[in-house]
Nanobody, 126 residues
Framework: QVQLVESGGGLVQAGGSLRLSCAVSGRTFSNYAMGWFRQAPGLARESVASISQTGGMTIYADSVKGRFTISRVNAKNTVYLQMNSLKPEDTAVYYC???????????????????WGQGTQVTVSS
């Protein structure tokens, strides 16, 4: 069973930065593509970024492109989301997810992810 634990969330002023981490256990991390998603109160969960099995391809939602960077270190079983130039509209619970096997490419399609973490809160103040 694959398990994911997000960390690094918190309160930051607009224009600031945060780095989220997602630690994965239970399976060989390098077998999986990974994604970051977020959900604000009262809204649907939306895609943020995705990274392929080896990190060779990344995809970003238009709302974060140029500000956020997804990366992974397979030797540490960890995926990261570096968030710069944060805006109040970035406020949400951020979730890490594992794409289901055997697919290894990056995708922003939420339905293609099999395992999810508990989420970490990011709050951006004006």
């Amino acid at each position: 069973q694959v398990q994911l634990v997000e960390s690094g969330g918190g309160l930051v002023q607009a224009g600031g930065s945060l780095r989220l981490s997602c630690a994965v256990s239970g399976r060989t991390f390098s077998n999986y593509a990974m994604g970051w998603f977020r959900q604000a109160p009262g809204l649907a969960r939306e895609s943020v970024a995705s990274i392929s099995q080896t990190g060779g391809m990344t995809i970003y939602a238009d709302s974060v492109k140029g500000r956020f960077t997804i990366s992974r270190v397979n030797a540490k079983n960890t995926v990261y989301l570096q968030m710069n130039s944060l805006k109040p509209e970035d406020t949400a619970v951020y979730y890490c997810a594992v794409r289901r096997e055997p697919f290894t490419g990056a995708t922003l399609n939420r339905a293609e992810y099999e395992y999810w973490g508990q989420g970490t809160q990011v709050t951006v103040s004006s």
